[in-house]
Nanobody, 123 residues
Framework: QVQLVESGGGSVQAGESLRLSCIAS??????MTWFRQAPGKEREGVAT????????LYADSVKDRFTISLDNAKNTAFLQMNDLRPEDTAMYYC??????????????????WGQGTPVTVSS
């Protein structure tokens, strides 16, 4: 299993930026995804990167504002979040999995999760 540790969350004003980090250790994985969960809402996939092809996908709600990247040498994934909005407020998690036929945003298909890092955006 992959051990994941997130950092970088915080409280910002609308329009500001944050960069989240996720350090991975242990087993290898093929897909790394950032999820978020707001109070009272389901966990939703935000951005994903498939390592073998370096292919990237985003949720429509964050496209053109968020950027996912992977530093393989440091085994660290990043989520650069620009132009943050109050609706981006949530606990953010990184998750990793090996090959799966499930769509990337299906949370139960991931076996490894970090502890989460909170993001609060005020207007």
């Amino acid at each position: 299993q992959v051990q994941l540790v997130e950092s970088g969350g915080g409280s910002v004003q609308a329009g500001e930026s944050l960069r989240l980090s996720c350090i991975a250790s242990g087993s290898t994985y093929s897909r790394m995804t950032w999820f978020r969960q707001a109070p009272g809402k389901e966990r939703e996939g935000v951005a994903t990167i498939y390592r073998p092809l370096a292919s990237i996908l985003y949720a429509d709600s964050v496209k053109d504002r968020f950027t996912i990247s992977l530093d393989n040498a440091k085994n660290t994934a990043f989520l650069q979040m620009n132009d943050l909005r109050p609706e981006d407020t949530a606990m953010y998690y990184c998750a990793a999995r090996s090959f799966s036929s499930s769509s990337w945003y299906v949370a139960p298909s991931y076996g490894s999760w970090g502890q989460g890092t909170p993001v609060t955006v005020s207007s």
